[in-house]
């Protein structure tokens, strides 16, 4: 009744991913190369756990996780912001594919390739791994980072830009060669196909814009969260099934429907749901790329694989690096783009097996490509830890050194370590009350920012004692500090209390665990303020106002609150290392709170 074949295969899979990727990470590799490693292991020309027709049934099963992915990264971005993000689109992801595409056609033709073949080879291997870079960069926190937005705008360009490139390649092909079939629509004219293509995309836009979330509507009401999961997968296979039959790449439908729902109210409830299954079947993905790595293809040509591998990586990067300088972008976040983009791609494997079948390479060139491509997407999560530990370290050191500290020509009976978002409203507070204050801010450009507002802030680091002196630490009063740097805080207390022990400290504490351990440093209780009690109370109190609360009972009862959780840190101070202890007395104390509200309830309705 069911194939055990498959249940094994399965097991094989998942085991290797539940091994290898905690390995990867303990090494600071990143679960990508992990998976990428796992799959050339049990791959068919390694170990041979799985492999031949079960492994490329695995690959187009994995594929659906690229789709999810896309369709996810669509729901990220509304149409306003992809509008906002068309000069990176346009312009450095044209100009990265025009130019790699140009420059390993140029090199191909010099390794002997015919001019058309060496077309399909430039244009196959200017296309990078969508789904490997935006899963390290998400992975790595770097996807909101400039760069990370550079990078996702290229590789946008690149899925997009598979469209013209497999309308191209039938142009390319050899006579004889085989066309593939895309059933109905061959049938069609010639200039209507374009048209119906065109129909199906917008089709995708009307029916995401008015159809779908009315449907969501319907199903939201039965309450079943299964529904909408089952609804959302219903989605995306049956955009990936409409491109597919016009010709187009399902992963582009996907994103285009990602993108038509961006704004709508399911929006959270559409990536919560399907975050699982992106994560499984993009770690499945990584998985089939690994194994479909053709080691007697590799062992058979080492020297020239290895060259092939570097080379296209050297090239990409330098023609990536070369356009983000003319560009003007400049440190590490052009190093990042380079690397991040250095590989080749999923939709490689798609056009080799397209050039095969219109016979614009030949079989044993297409095997050559495919070993490069899977070995350079292999190599990327290594690129990734280059650049994090020697050429960002290296960037941030020079960049240190390249800007020398202010020369402070003031002193005030306070001085301010930051004037970042918490420190802001402190000093203007301060300062509108009459007080001088001496700022410190370590962030060269939030320094450049505040000028522009007319604030007068010192660049330089806080915890050196020389920018300290000439600040006039030693006859100064007070030294707030609003780092958010914990270990800067605690140098900073520790240094201080010691060398000028006449200047009262004020400090901001993120939790808990912070007021403790400044209370252990030696500040007084009263001289440390949690960052978010404050805020959070107001927050409160206008909650019960719009509730019909009145808004003097609330201020009293908040004032008690505070006092009440005053008393309750004292109590946790000699405790805090014992988690028993702690959680009592919490438990205790918060029981007690409630009935001490409940009692004046009880006073004031009499």
């Known amino acids: 009744m ?9 097991f094989i899979y998942l085991a290797t991913a539940v091994l290898m990727v905690p390995v990867a990470h303990r090494l600071g590799l990143g679960s990508v190369l992990g998976y990428l490693i796992g799959g050339a292991v049990i791959g068919p020309f390694a170990l041979g756990w799985v492999g031949g027709s079960q492994g490329e049934e695995a690959m187009h099963f994995a594929e659906f996780g690229v789709v999810i992915m896309l369709f996810m990264i669509g729901l990220e971005l509304e149409p306003a912001r992809l509008w906002r993000m068309r000069g990176p689109i346009f312009g450095l992801g ?10 390993v056609m140029t090199v191909a033709m010099l390794c002997g390739l015919a001019f058309k073949p060496a077309i399909a080879a430039g244009m196959i291997l ?19 980072t400039d760069a990370g937005s550079d990078s996702f705008a290229v ?15 039938p142009l390319l092909s050899a006579s004889g060669a085989q066309v593939e079939d ?35 509507a319907v199903l939201a009401k039965t309450g079943l969260r299964e529904l909408l999961t089952a609804a959302a997968l219903l989605l995306i296979v049956g955009v990936a099934l409409l491109m597919t039959q016009v010709g187009l790449s399902p992963a582009l439908g996907a994103f285009v429907a990602g993108v038509v729902l961006a704004g709508s109210h399911y929006r959270h409830e559409l990536e919560s749901n399907l975050e699982p299954f992106k994560g499984l079947l993009l770690g499945l993905f990584f998985l089939a790329v690994g194994a479909s790595l053709d080691f007697s293809v590799i062992v058979a040509r080492p ?5 092939l591998v570097a080379g296209l990586i050297v090239l990409k990067a330098a023609i990536m690096f070369g356009i983000a300088t003319v560009l003007k972008i400049r440190g590490s976040h052009r190093w990042l783009l380079s690397l991040a983009l250095a590989q080749g791609g999923e939709f490689a494997f798609a056009l080799l097996s397209m050039a095969i079948q219109q016979r614009i390479l030949d079989a044993e060139t297409a095997k050559l490509l495919v070993a490069v491509v899977a070995l350079s997407m292999a190599v990327t999560p290594l690129l990734f830890v280059l650049y994090e530990k020697v050429i960002a370290p290296r960037y941030t050191a020079v960049v240190a050194e390249e800007r020398a500290p202010d020369a402070i020509d003031e002193h005030a009976p306070v001085i301010m370590a930051g004037f970042g978002r918490f420190g802001n409203f402190v000093g203007r507070f301060m300062m509108s009350q009459g007080i001088k204050v001496t700022v410190l801010e370590s962030d060269p450009d939030h320094v ?36 958010a740097d914990r270990a800067k805080v605690a140098q900073l207390v520790t240094e201080i209390r010691e060398k000028f022990p006449n200047v009262r400290i004020l400090a901001r504490a993120h939790d808990y665990d912070q007021r403790f351990e400044l209370r252990g440093l030696g500040l ?6 949690h960052e978010q009690m404050h805020s959070a109370l107001e927050l409160g109190v206008k909650a019960l106002c719009a509730l019909g609360k009145q808004r003097e009972e609330l201020e009293r009862a908040a004032k008690k609150w505070k006092a009440y959780d005053e008393e309750t840190f004292h109590m946790l101070i000699p405790v805090h290392d014992d988690d028993n202890a702690y959680a009592s007395i919490v438990r205790e104390r918060r029981i007690e709170l409630t009935q001490l509200f409940e009692r004046d309830r009880t006073e004031a309705e009499k």
């Open 2 to 10: 069911h194939d055990p074949h498959f249940f094994l295969s399965a």
């Open 94 to 103: 044209g100009a990265q594919v025009v130019f790699t595409a140009l420059a």
């Open 126 to 144: 200017a296309l990078s791994s969508t789904a490997i870079v935006l899963q390290t960069l998400q992975e790595k926190a770097l996807m909101r």
């Open 155 to 169: 590789l946008l360009f690149q899925d997009i830009s598979v469209i013209p490139m497999l309308a191209v390649f």
């Open 182 to 216: 895309h059933g109905w629509l061959q049938q069609l004219p010639h200039w209507l196909q374009p048209l119906v293509t065109l129909s199906a995309v917008v089709l995708i836009v009307i029916a995401g814009q008015f159809v779908v979330p009315r449907g969501f």
């Open 303 to 307: 020297a020239l694989i290895t060259l």
């Open 448 to 483: 450049d920012m505040l000028r522009t507002f007319g604030f007068k802030v010192f660049y330089g680091d806080a915890t050196r004692l020389d920018l300290l002196h000439a600040a006039g630490i030693a006859e100064a009063r007070m030294f707030i500090i609003s780092l």
């Open 524 to 529: 007084n209780v009263e001289d440390i303020v």
